[in-house]
């Protein structure tokens, strides 16, 4: 049997799509699951006024989440992956306000791991945001559940830095800026 240039190119093209849609998939799924493991542990991470972090894997060909792990104020380190785990997304919490730096925003060192990780990142801020941070273009988006409301529980404390307009969308440059004009 002889196969043309058009019949390979045909099915590869099914292929490719039936990967790239189980990639979607897949990549869809861990977002949902990294934001439901953010909404589970904002409570948590408000009252204890620490950080709390964890991560989305593929292992053995199934959606897992490993975490939350307790950080501290300002830092979290995750659980370890096992070695033929899937690292395919991250989360952390912001914790409380602070009068030291805003946290309804993602900081730099958030951008850089997100960078250096290469995996989406998802982050929950005292004030009920939700960020999304791309490791390919560097933005960093904020996530709304149903009817545009924020997703998870807000603080019943004032945000220090309450007087800061906050964009929808931001790149890693645009938040150092922000973050400069408030020091």
């Known amino acids: 049997m002889k196969l043309d240039f058009a019949s390979i190119r045909t099915v590869l093209m099914a292929s490719l799509l039936s990967s790239s849609l189980q990639a979607a998939e897949i990549s869809v799924e861990a977002a949902a699951m990294a934001m439901k493991a953010l909404a589970e542990v ?6 204890d006024q620490v950080e709390y972090c964890g991560s989305v894997i593929l292992r053995n060909g199934k959606l897992k989440v ?19 785990d899937s690292y395919l997304a ?3 919490t912001h914790g409380e306000f602070s009068w030291d730096s805003p946290t309804e925003i993602p900081s730099d060192e958030d951008f850089q791991g997100v960078k250096e990780e290469g995996v989406t990142g998802f982050i929950g801020t005292p004030g009920g945001r939700v ?3 791309d490791p390919i273009s560097g933005i960093a988006s904020q996530r709304f559940c149903l009817g545009f ?6 603080s019943k404390r004032k945000d220090p830095f309450s007087d800061l307009s906050i ?3 931001l790149t890693r440059d645009e938040a150092n800026q922000l973050l400069q004009g408030l020091k």
């Open 42 to 47: 904002q409570p948590r991470s408000l009252k």
């Open 66 to 84: 490993l975490g939350p792990a307790k950080g501290d104020f300002e830092s979290c380190e995750p659980p370890q992956l096992g070695r033929t």
């Open 90 to 92: 991250s989360f952390h």
């Open 131 to 133: 960020w999304q941070l």
């Open 149 to 154: 409301k924020l997703c998870l529980t807000k």
């Open 167 to 169: 964009p929808l969308s």
